[in-house]
């Protein structure tokens, strides 16, 4: 940012004007923020791409079934088996059932297994496009019809799970928020070391997170946008860390140039100028990062980019002006106990990562060369990683009531027939179809009951055990298999399990599509940004050894430490398909941000004290704040670990242990060893430094004069 434009932003009387501006911004987002979870649509099979087979099959039932049908299965249990008095108050539960609100089609049942201990009944509700979010209201309503003494009722099947998923995201936005928040102001008040200085990135990181929500609300309801819980949860923490890191570094800068300028007007307008390429860098490295998942095949992850993509954008905009403007408002007292007076010494020069710089200084080549097998060696825990999706079963920290009831049915012989595999073809080819379907061994008998319409015939059949797991999978993909034989039947499957296994398919694809091209893109980004060809890509292969060692590392904890902490421990020995992606984009976009803040600090002192003393000066410079900032995100990430459902679990935990390596490791070993080894060969092909200073390394670098003489009151 030019040092003329910074100096207006953060001037005598637009200071002010910038203050109203983003109050009033805040007092028209802050009712649309809010309104952000009536938009959220968390269907999986809006999840998909129209080229899936299931998308496709979806389109072919709706003579048959309406979208927003949710089959909703009814578990009555007794130990020792249900009572003739249990049965007969269960069948006169049916129209009790049946005259609830959003009910269509008959009550199906009681069904009783062949032991008599259980019975189902299966109720189909239909609330239109948003419904989902009704259903926790109606498993109450539910519970509370069904209720019998000794009998211990369960709510399962698909609208059981949408309840339990809608209870497992409920209030997420406030508790992450909060969550996010203490942690923040927790790490603040440890690194500024005052007890009022943390407020103003905080106020300025809650502006960007309510002005984000509302301007993706709008999207969402307008521009057909795909928000879910997950990706709303994920934009909250990314906000607030992210944010709050820009924060950081501009802060850290604004007081080393307090101590060079007398009027903190003046010193701001420096602090920006030479801030702000790196913090424009850094959003710009994780919007692009973002932006490239635009490119997978699964709607939630597409929507996700966009989604945080706008999020750091706004982040971006409060932090270079609203905060700056806050800060020149309240002046040096903020700083206080330590206030940075004019003429006082820079404290980073005779710091920690001084001392840090000096040691790595005498062996650096052994340095990064060891450092570099360690990050390695850690990567071999992806060998344990099973990343082939999480069945309905793993998907929670926690045991839900569906995942009970599905247990129980299984348990007793009985079979969830509210989500059978659905097959649509020709007319004409119903039988055919249907014998086809008798050729694969573990699924119900096809039904062929249901007559054609408009020259669409559907066959069901029913799938044993969990919709989601790998055996119902293996049967989707032979029943496809039997089915797309059959000579112009153009059968298409779908159903439940179609759609969880078209889902596994599509991350798969997106994963091998979308990471080399978020490698490519950043790579361009740090090419621009240090021009330079080897810097980029050295630091590009930091951050890939580093990926894989966080997600090494976190696979070895997830199995040895996770499934012992949590409840339902077993899920943690899985991953979602799309997990290794997530971990990829979030690490590469954030944590090439800390190799940012170091290398242009490193390219700016490059030109007056040469690349390897100026490596040096900022890692002094930059180690505190960058450290600072890794801790922040690092937390705002593990607060996903403390929700009930294992993806966000997992992911927090990777990406912040990702960011801890990034900041501990990578930038202030592995990057700065590289540094001082190859020297000025890091800047090729760049004449920077060749004919520059010749400093020798460990020399007294010779004092930094301030850019320009002081002036202008405080």
């Not at 539910?142 to 609208?159: L, S």
């Not at 424009?280 to 973002?290: D, E, I, N, R």
């Not at 029943?479 to 759609?499: E, F, K, N, P």
Request: include cysteine; charged fraction near 15%; charge should be neutral.
């Amino acid at each position: 940012m030019h040092r003329q434009i910074a100096g207006k932003l953060t001037g005598r009387v637009t200071k002010w004007f910038v203050l109203a501006f983003w109050v009033v911004v805040l007092a028209v987002a802050s009712g649309y923020a809010s309104k952000l979870t009536d938009v959220q649509n968390n269907e999986a099979s809006s999840w998909l791409p129209a080229s899936a087979e299931s998308t496709q099959a979806l389109e072919k039932l709706a003579p048959f079934q309406d979208q927003n049908d949710i089959p909703t299965v009814v578990v009555y249990v007794r130990s020792g088996g249900l009572s003739p008095a249990d049965l007969s108050q269960i069948r006169g539960q049916v129209a009790d059932l049946q005259s609830m609100d959003g009910v269509v089609g008959k009550v199906v049942g009681p069904i009783t297994s062949p032991d008599g201990e259980v019975a189902q009944s299966i109720v189909t509700y239909n609330f239109g496009k948003n419904g989902w979010n009704s259903l926790p209201d109606t498993a109450d309503q539910i519970r509370k019809i069904t209720a019998i003494d000794g009998v211990t009722v369960h709510i399962t099947g698909a609208g059981g799970q949408a309840a339990d998923s809608a209870e497992a995201f409920a209030g997420i936005d406030g508790t992450l928020l909060l969550a996010s928040l203490s942690v923040v102001i927790v790490i603040l008040l440890l690194t500024y070391r005052s007890p009022v200085l943390w407020v103003l990135p905080i106020v300025s990181a809650v502006f960007a997170l309510f002005t984000s929500e509302a301007v993706i609300y709008f999207l969402a309801k307008y521009a057909d946008l795909t928000v879910n819980g997950q990706s709303q949860g994920i934009l909250t923490v990314l906000v607030i860390g992210a944010g709050t890191d820009y924060a950081l570094l501009l802060v850290a800068r604004y007081r080393e140039e307090l101590r060079r300028h007398e009027d903190r007007h003046e010193a701001m307008a420096f602090a920006l100028h030479r801030a702000a390429p790196a913090i424009f860098a850094s959003a710009g490295t994780v919007v692009a990062g973002m932006l490239c998942l635009m490119l997978a095949e699964m709607n939630s992850t597409a929507g996700l980019g966009p989604v945080n993509a706008i999020g750091v954008t706004i982040t971006l905009l409060v932090m270079v002006t609203l905060l700056p403007a806050l800060l020149v408002i309240f002046g040096r007292w903020l700083f206080w106990p330590k206030r940075p007076t004019f003429g006082s010494p820079e404290p980073t020069a005779a710091g920690v990562w001084a001392r840090v710089g000096r040691r790595i200084a005498v062996r650096p080549r052994a340095v990064w060369v060891g450092t570099a097998a360690a990050l390695a060696v850690a990567g071999l825990g992806l060998l344990l990683l099973d990343a082939n999706g999480l069945s309905t079963e793993d998907q929670y920290t926690k045991k839900f009531d569906s995942v009970t009831g599905q247990q129980v049915l299984l348990e007793h012989g009985l079979v969830d027939s509210s989500n059978p595999i659905m097959v649509v073809s020709n007319a004409g080819s119903q039988q055919q179809v249907a014998d086809a379907m008798r050729s694969v061994p573990g699924i119900g008998r096809p039904d062929t009951s249901v007559p054609p319409v408009g020259g669409v015939a559907l066959v069901k059949a029913t799938v044993p055990g969990d919709v989601a797991s790998q055996q119902a999978f293996d049967q989707v993909a032979a029943v496809r298999d039997a089915v797309h034989r059959v000579d112009g039947a153009d059968a298409l499957v779908g159903g439940s399990s179609a759609i969880f296994l078209d889902i596994e398919h599509a991350s798969s694809r997106d994963n091998l599509v979308i990471i080399p091209v978020v490698l490519v893109v950043v790579m361009l980004i740090l090419m621009v940004l240090l021009r330079a060809l080897v810097s980029p890509v050295l630091l590009i292969g930091t951050v890939i050894l580093s990926f894989g060692a966080a997600l090494g590392l976190s696979t070895v904890l997830f199995r040895t430490v996770f499934t012992r902490v949590f409840p339902q421990g077993q899920g943690f020995d899985h991953a979602d398909a799309s997990f290794p992606l997530f971990v990829f984009v979030f690490l590469v976009a954030l944590g090439i941000d800390y190799n940012i803040f170091l290398m242009t600090r490193v390219r700016e002192e490059t030109h007056t004290r040469g690349t390897r003393e100026g490596s040096l000066v900022a890692l002094s410079a930059t180690g505190g704040v960058i450290t600072s900032a890794g801790l922040v995100l690092a937390s705002t990430f593990a607060v996903l670990a403390t929700l009930p459902l294992v993806f966000l679990a997992e992911l927090g935990t990777a990406v912040a242990l990702g960011v801890m390596l990034d900041t501990m490791v990578v930038r202030s070993v592995l990057v700065t060893a590289l540094n001082l080894d190859l020297g000025s060969r890091i800047w090729w092909p760049s004449a920077l430094d060749r004919a520059g200073p010749s400093h020798r390394l460990g020399t007294p670098a010779p004092e930094q004069a301030p850019a320009d003489t002081p002036a202008g009151r405080r």
